[in-house]
């Protein structure tokens, strides 16, 4: 492999770029210290003049120069490191870092140089510390630090530091210039890639922050080496490093095999070293790499969110969404790069921009009116670096953020932060969740709360197949809650698309149990009155012996009716089992044996859901509470209802409805139940047949074929009609 030459870069390693400045960022000119501003605050999205784009551009700079002169008057500590994440030591570093950047970018604006001089006597500092220090003391034995407690830490100093580095490089004295790349940043990016080979070669989000900060300083530093390495690998092969990343990490669709949590959080350094590499070789046309995947993880990105927050998938921080510093950076650039306006709409609803040319590009044409709605749609995101291992599929009512959506998972586990829930379901409405998932169990950097770290209730329940709207056998998660065996396989999808007007998605797995195969269909049927549609869950477990079927509904909102009476626990609660997530749930009430076809209703904010179901064996419902076996109080209180069938066979058909409304201001309710007057099952030769009747005589048929092949062709009389379709999943109206 040839090393290519190398340019030597101007001011900027990508575009000065790194979008997390803590008062306030601003852009610059790559050529000069004295630039046309960029105004960042949030009301910068609005119209505004060119004198008050300078005004508030002083204005921002002035604060973010007076934080920074604040910070050097009362000192800047560089303290050897002590504590985990989350600590005051860890948390001093991630300052540090911040005001090393900072400071270059105000040097490179004001040439004032007392703030070249502060980022430049920090780094010294650092140069001075780093010799000094073996593994982190609290350190993570699979992905060790020194300056941080993991890697990865270590990975995002360096991605900022060398950005600020770069700016004041060519104007402090050649003895300080080698005493920082000597004694830190040299160090480090060798610490980040030989040092930790297991996780500068590993396909994950820590490789690619090593891999980002590796590459940069070598474009900084002039080293074409470490750039080679960072983009194919310490061995230079081409088997690791970030162009491996980018093919296996990424499925053709965008989707990043983590969920869209961490691919909120991997974006970064995807973008940043791809700006770098545009900037210094593009030659390389690194956007098109793979048919644009990088362009098309960020609105893959923003696709899987719904009213502005991302759907809480695997490992996710529930309260993490559109406005992550991240997307805006990645929405910027794919602005600049495909000039398409829906993305201005998102820059909207983020509020502010980043700062970098691109940021500023974008509130130019935000305020030339060329800004269009961005569409949410439905859509299917294949799995995979092939786009072979299943598919996250999302099914919308409509192209508004808040509209109805349905979320079925048929992917890979999504590696070590992935959960056990193959066919799991969400289900959000009117701007609200109504069938939740749980997302991670951790209190990101509350050092209380296990140093911010995730919990071992991550572990024990969260992960865990019973945490999430999926169905669970004889009491044990998919896989027996082995993710590494887990990673292996992945769900069938049987059909994604519109069928007599019903959009359908269904999937299969036949690998979570010995024996046993799942199946679920999920639909949205649109209703004649213009109500918001049917969401229509059919969940299937399919066996030659007898199993405990579980499938929890985990609701949000209050339990207002019940169709069926439910005997509460009012004195003791005992937990519902005793392991795989099962131990966290109190049992706080249970029905009697039900049959067919029943109903509960919901209260959420401004609107009621009414939930019926029915099951073709008889079955019970049990209500849950979560935070049994949680003596540190670290899980959320939430509720459930599970419904348990004992049988060879099981089918559960659940049907959703937005149902009335509620003003709170005039103290009005309207409330009318189910419009779904019965729910039956059938056997019509060799195909199952799902039948709903609702109120008005509409009957709506799913029919799901024994042979799931793809592309079989069947036929079958029903109600004196000849039927044909090919492929396992048909709907009747």
Same mark, same amino acid.
């Given at each position: 492999?040839?090393?290519?030459?190398?340019?030597?870069?101007?001011?900027?390693?990508?575009?000065?770029?790194?979008?997390?400045?803590?008062?306030?960022?601003?852009?610059?000119?790559?050529?000069?210290?004295?630039?046309?501003?960029?105004?960042?605050?949030?009301?910068?999205?609005?119209?505004?003049?060119?004198?008050?784009?300078?005004?508030?551009?002083?204005?921002?700079?002035?604060?973010?120069?007076?934080?920074?002169?604040?910070?050097?008057?009362?000192?800047?500590?560089?303290?050897?490191?002590?504590?985990?994440?989350?600590?005051?030591?860890?948390?001093?570093?991630?300052?540090?870092?911040?005001?090393?950047?900072?400071?270059?970018?105000?040097?490179?604006?004001?040439?004032?140089?007392?703030?070249?001089?502060?980022?430049?006597?920090?780094?010294?500092?650092?140069?001075?510390?780093?010799?000094?220090?073996?593994?982190?003391?609290?350190?993570?034995?699979?992905?060790?630090?020194?300056?941080?407690?993991?890697?990865?830490?270590?990975?995002?100093?360096?991605?900022?530091?060398?950005?600020?580095?770069?700016?004041?490089?060519?104007?402090?004295?050649?003895?300080?210039?080698?005493?920082?790349?000597?004694?830190?940043?040299?160090?480090?990016?060798?610490?980040?890639?030989?040092?930790?080979?297991?996780?500068?070669?590993?396909?994950?989000?820590?490789?690619?922050?090593?891999?980002?900060?590796?590459?940069?300083?070598?474009?900084?530093?002039?080293?074409?080496?470490?750039?080679?390495?960072?983009?194919?690998?310490?061995?230079?092969?081409?088997?690791?490093?970030?162009?491996?990343?980018?093919?296996?990490?990424?499925?053709?669709?965008?989707?990043?095999?983590?969920?869209?949590?961490?691919?909120?959080?991997?974006?970064?350094?995807?973008?940043?070293?791809?700006?770098?590499?545009?900037?210094?070789?593009?030659?390389?046309?690194?956007?098109?790499?793979?048919?644009?995947?990088?362009?098309?993880?960020?609105?893959?990105?923003?696709?899987?969110?719904?009213?502005?927050?991302?759907?809480?998938?695997?490992?996710?921080?529930?309260?993490?969404?559109?406005?992550?510093?991240?997307?805006?950076?990645?929405?910027?650039?794919?602005?600049?790069?495909?000039?398409?306006?829906?993305?201005?709409?998102?820059?909207?609803?983020?509020?502010?921009?980043?700062?970098?040319?691109?940021?500023?590009?974008?509130?130019?044409?935000?305020?030339?009116?060329?800004?269009?709605?961005?569409?949410?749609?439905?859509?299917?995101?294949?799995?995979?670096?092939?786009?072979?291992?299943?598919?996250?599929?999302?099914?919308?009512?409509?192209?508004?953020?808040?509209?109805?959506?349905?979320?079925?998972?048929?992917?890979?586990?999504?590696?070590?932060?992935?959960?056990?829930?193959?066919?799991?379901?969400?289900?959000?409405?009117?701007?609200?969740?109504?069938?939740?998932?749980?997302?991670?169990?951790?209190?990101?950097?509350?050092?209380?709360?296990?140093?911010?770290?995730?919990?071992?209730?991550?572990?024990?329940?969260?992960?865990?197949?019973?945490?999430?709207?999926?169905?669970?056998?004889?009491?044990?998660?998919?896989?027996?809650?082995?993710?590494?065996?887990?990673?292996?396989?992945?769900?069938?999808?049987?059909?994604?698309?519109?069928?007599?007007?019903?959009?359908?998605?269904?999937?299969?797995?036949?690998?979570?149990?010995?024996?046993?195969?799942?199946?679920?269909?999920?639909?949205?049927?649109?209703?004649?009155?213009?109500?918001?549609?049917?969401?229509?869950?059919?969940?299937?477990?399919?066996?030659?012996?007898?199993?405990?079927?579980?499938?929890?509904?985990?609701?949000?909102?209050?339990?207002?009716?019940? +169709? =069926?009476?439910?005997?509460?626990? @009012? #004195?003791?609660? /005992?937990?519902?089992?005793?392991?795989?997530?099962? !131990?966290?749930?109190?049992?706080?009430?249970?029905?009697?044996?039900?049959?067919?076809?029943?109903?509960?209703?919901?209260?959420?904010?401004?609107?009621?859901?009414?939930?019926?179901?029915?099951?073709?064996?008889?079955?019970?419902?049990?209500?849950?509470?979560?935070?049994?076996?949680?003596?540190?109080?670290?899980?959320?209180?939430?509720?459930?209802?599970?419904?348990?069938?004992?049988?060879?066979?099981?089918?559960?058909?659940?049907?959703?409805?937005?149902?009335?409304?509620?003003?709170?201001?005039?103290?009005?309710?309207?409330?009318?139940?189910?419009?779904?007057?019965?729910?039956?099952?059938?056997?019509?030769?060799?195909?199952?047949?799902?039948?709903?009747?609702?109120?008005?005589?509409?009957?709506? +048929? =799913?029919?799901?074929?024994?042979? @799931? #092949?793809?592309? /079989?062709?069947?036929?079958?009389?029903?109600?004196? !009609?000849?039927?044909?379709?090919?492929?396992?999943?048909?709907?009747?109206?």
């Amino acid at each position: 492999m040839s090393v290519l030459t190398y340019k030597k870069i101007n001011k900027s390693v990508v575009a000065l770029g790194m979008a997390a400045c803590v008062q306030g960022c601003v852009s610059f000119d790559n050529n000069t210290k004295s630039t046309t501003p960029l105004a960042v605050t949030a009301a910068a999205v609005a119209p505004v003049s060119g004198t008050v784009e300078q005004s508030a551009f002083k204005l921002q700079m002035q604060k973010l120069g007076d934080t920074i002169i604040a910070r050097a008057e009362a000192g800047i500590p560089v303290p050897v490191p002590v504590d985990a994440g989350g600590g005051p030591v860890h948390e001093q570093h991630k300052e540090n870092y911040k005001t090393i950047y900072e400071a270059g970018m105000l040097y490179d604006y004001t040439g004032d140089t007392k703030y070249r001089d502060i980022a430049r006597d920090v780094l010294l500092d650092y140069a001075d510390l780093y010799p000094t220090l073996g593994l982190h003391p609290e350190h993570k034995p699979s992905t060790a630090g020194r300056l941080f407690w993991q890697g990865l830490n270590e990975a995002v100093w360096l991605v900022y530091s060398i950005q600020g580095y770069e700016v004041i490089r060519d104007d402090i004295s050649p003895e300080d210039r080698e005493k920082i790349e000597r004694g830190v940043l040299g160090p480090m990016a060798d610490f980040l890639s030989e040092g930790s080979p297991q996780t500068f070669d590993r396909i994950h989000n820590h490789g690619t922050w090593a891999a980002a900060a590796v590459g940069m300083t070598g474009y900084v530093l002039d080293q074409p080496e470490r750039v080679e390495k960072s983009l194919y690998g310490l061995n230079q092969d081409g088997e690791a490093g970030f162009l491996k990343q980018m093919d296996i990490l990424f499925s053709p669709d965008g989707y990043y095999a983590e969920g869209p949590y961490y691919q909120r959080y991997a974006m970064m350094p995807f973008l940043l070293f791809s700006q770098a590499i545009q900037k210094n070789e593009p030659e390389r046309e690194i956007f098109n790499y793979r048919d644009g995947i990088i362009l098309k993880a960020i609105s893959t990105t923003l696709q899987l969110s719904y009213a502005g927050k991302f759907f809480p998938l695997n490992d996710a921080i529930r309260s993490k969404g559109l406005n992550t510093i991240e997307l805006k950076y990645g929405v910027a650039i794919a602005y600049d790069l495909t000039k398409d306006p829906a993305f201005l709409d998102i820059v909207k609803y983020q509020g502010d921009v980043v700062p970098t040319p691109e940021g500023k590009k974008v509130l130019d044409d935000i305020e030339a009116g060329l800004a269009k709605p961005f569409n949410f749609k439905s859509q299917m995101f294949r799995d995979g670096s092939n786009g072979e291992d299943g598919a996250l599929i999302v099914l919308r009512s409509g192209e508004k953020t808040n509209d109805s959506a349905v979320v079925l998972k048929a992917t890979t586990q999504g590696l070590g932060h992935g959960h056990f829930d193959k066919l799991g379901f969400l289900y959000n409405d009117n701007g609200q969740e109504v069938v939740a998932d749980y997302g991670a169990s951790r209190f990101l950097n509350i050092v209380s709360k296990f140093g911010g770290r995730y919990l071992p209730e991550n572990d024990s329940w969260a992960k865990q197949t019973i945490a999430h709207n999926t169905l669970a056998v004889d009491e044990v998660s998919h896989y027996g809650g082995d993710w590494r065996l887990s990673q292996k396989y992945s769900p069938d999808v049987l059909k994604y698309g519109v069928v007599n007007g019903v959009q359908i998605a269904a999937a299969e797995v036949d690998t979570a149990y010995d024996g046993v195969n799942l199946q679920r269909v999920v639909a949205m049927v649109p209703r004649d009155d213009g109500q918001q549609p049917y969401v229509i869950d059919i969940m299937r477990g399919i066996s030659d012996t007898d199993h405990q079927y579980d499938l929890p509904m985990h609701y949000k909102g209050d339990l207002i009716k019940s +169709q =069926f009476p439910i005997e509460y626990e @009012t #004195s003791n609660l /005992a937990p519902l089992g005793t392991d795989f997530g099962y !131990q966290h749930l109190w049992k706080s009430g249970e029905t009697e044996q039900l049959e067919g076809r029943q109903e509960v209703s919901l209260f959420l904010g401004t609107a009621f859901q009414t939930v019926t179901f029915a099951s073709d064996t008889p079955y019970k419902a049990i209500f849950t509470k979560l935070g049994a076996n949680d003596p540190d109080h670290n899980l959320r209180s939430e509720e459930a209802m599970i419904l348990r069938a004992n049988s060879d066979t099981v089918n559960f058909v659940t049907v959703y409805e937005r149902d009335g409304s509620y003003d709170a201001d005039n103290e009005t309710a309207v409330f009318n139940g189910s419009s779904i007057v019965s729910i039956d099952f059938d056997q019509v030769e060799d195909v199952a047949v799902y039948k709903l009747v609702t109120q008005n005589d509409k009957t709506i +048929q =799913f029919l799901v074929a024994d042979d @799931t #092949s793809k592309d /079989a062709a069947h036929q079958l009389e029903l109600d004196d !009609q000849i039927i044909e379709w090919s492929g396992p999943v048909h709907v009747l109206r």
